[in-house]
């Protein structure tokens, strides 16, 4: 038997809605929920797709993506991200009409236009900054490395060390190490400009640019190392997307 008195209605829990993360009583749907919002609540970017502003900012603080970006920048390039970047470098100089049999009957101008593909962004932005063209080359590790890479690449025995590195699978993991080294390039020409010239911004963004495309940029001086003169293929005039 049921105890004499008065009912009392119980409410329904409250439930957190499914639609822009408001409460609502069970059973009352969205629109009840609707009702007991600010108007300043339901005009907030992302209010009724299921995503959560300050939800999603506590997820990227909690990822710290900042210390992510800070210890990627300390992972050293050398010897295995310098290798990829020549060994990629060095392919489009074999991809070039005429590389390979200049490499036959002048090893030593193929030798220079290896090293130019390599480290063609470093003498330009010496260049720019003033400092002496042949710098970058007393790093005897890079050098060394390079030569290795250009050796193999035009004198292998049957090509081998080449058909590996063209292998597609391979190549997209040497491409995608070539332009991690090329955002670090662009980022330390930026840092050594404005080391010198504090509030040249032109200047900061001229030395990033020859750091991320010199090697497209001294493609007319290349050309002439190899004997072939084509100055309407100037990267000025046609920019590449590394321009």
């Known amino acids: 038997m049921e105890p004499d008195g008065p009912r009392t209605a119980v409410a329904p829990p409250l439930r957190l809605g499914r639609f822009g993360g408001g409460a609502w009583r069970a059973g009352a749907g969205p629109a009840a929920g609707e009702q007991s919002r600010g108007r300043g609540q339901r005009d907030a970017p992302g209010w009724g ?84 063209l042949i710098d970058y080359f007393s790093n005897n ?3 060394l490395l390079a030569s290795a890479i250009w050796y193999l690449i035009f004198f292998c025995p049957l090509d081998l060390f080449y058909k590996c590195v063209c292998f597609l699978p391979v190549k997209l993991i040497f491409v995608a190490m070539k332009e991690v080294v090329r955002v670090r ?45 084509k100055p309407e293929t100037n990267e000025i005039l046609h920019m590449s997307l590394c321009s």
């Open 185 to 229: 390039k662009i980022a330390v020409g930026i840092h050594h400009a404005h080391h010198h010239y504090h509030h040249g911004w032109f200047v900061m963004i001229a030395t990033g640019w020859v750091k991320g495309a010199g090697v497209a940029l001294m493609s007319s001086f290349e050309q002439l190392l190899r004997g072939v003169w």
């Open 49 to 132: 797709l299921g995503w959560d502003p300050a939800c999603a900012m506590e997820l990227l603080s909690a990822l710290s993506l900042g210390e992510l970006a800070l210890s990627f920048s300390r992972v050293p390039l050398f010897p295995v991200f310098d290798l990829s970047y020549f060994i990629v470098s060095i392919l489009y100089l074999k991809y070039e009409p005429g590389a390979v049999e200049l490499s036959r009957r002048h090893p030593m101008a193929s030798w220079l236009c290896a090293m130019l593909h390599c480290f063609g962004s470093y003498i330009l932005a010496d260049l720019l900054l003033g400092e002496p």
């Open 141 to 143: 590790s890079s050098v």
